[in-house]
């Protein structure tokens, strides 16, 4: 089973920064692609950030410039640097990974359970 563990959430204030950690656990042979999401009270999951097997990054027009995905010296770990940290930033944050379990398997993505950020005023 792959599981996707995100941690590193908490209530902040306007204009502070949070590191967001997921660690992706289980029996893997590739991981192809990242992203996070974010669901906010009463909203769709939206997405947030995306990382690409083939080193492309990308943002969402609402956190580019603050927020910064990253990727672990072990293949298995990700980050989400979040700065500048405002209101609407509030909601669960979710790992989403890609992964392939074996040799020429096919590719399946997985959810994490999701990790609280709340930035108060």
């Known amino acids: 089973q792959v599981q996707p563990v995100e941690s590193g959430g908490g209530v902040v204030q306007v204009g502070g920064s949070l590191r967001l950690s997921c660690t992706v656990s289980?029996?893997?042979?590739?991981?192809?692609?990242m992203a996070w999401y974010r669901q906010a009270p009463g909203n769709q999951r939206e997405w947030v950030a995306s990382?690409?097997?083939?080193?492309?990054?990308n943002y969402a027009d609402s956190v580019r410039g603050r927020f910064a995905f990253s990727r672990g010296n072990a293949e298995n770990t990700m980050y989400l640097q979040m700065d500048s940290l405002k209101p609407g930033d509030t909601a669960v944050y979710y790992c989403?990974?890609?992964?392939?379990?074996?040799?020429?398997?096919?590719?399946?993505?997985?959810y994490g359970q999701g990790t609280q950020v709340t930035v108060s005023l």
């Open positions: 289980g029996n893997i042979f590739s991981i192809n692609n």
């Open positions: 989403n990974v890609e992964v392939r379990r074996s040799v020429g398997g096919r590719k399946q993505w997985y």
């Open positions: 990382w690409t097997s083939g080193g492309a990054t």
